[in-house]
């Protein structure tokens, strides 16, 4: 086997692997966007729901002077 030959095909194997890693951290990354996403619109729901409960409370509170 030629040095020429090896050469090449060790670059295209290099390169080859690097996009297949490539590929796979930007479908965790998408992946962990989403669980992100997910986790927040959650958070936020929760956060809404408990500023909402204490914002009606006080409501009734001032409404009953």
């Known amino acids: ?4 030959s090896f050469i090449v095909n060790y670059i295209f194997k290099e390169i080859t692997c690097l996009s297949v890693l ?3 951290f930007q ?3 998408t992946n962990y966007i989403k669980k992100l996403r997910l986790f927040y619109s959650r958070s936020f729901f929760v956060v809404s729901m408990i500023i909402r409960i204490i914002f009606e409370k006080y409501i009734k509170f001032y409404n009953s002077f």
Do not use: A, Q, S, V
């Open 22 to 24: 490539e590929w796979n």
């Open 27 to 29: 479908n965790d990354m």
């Open 1 to 4: 086997m030629p040095l020429k």
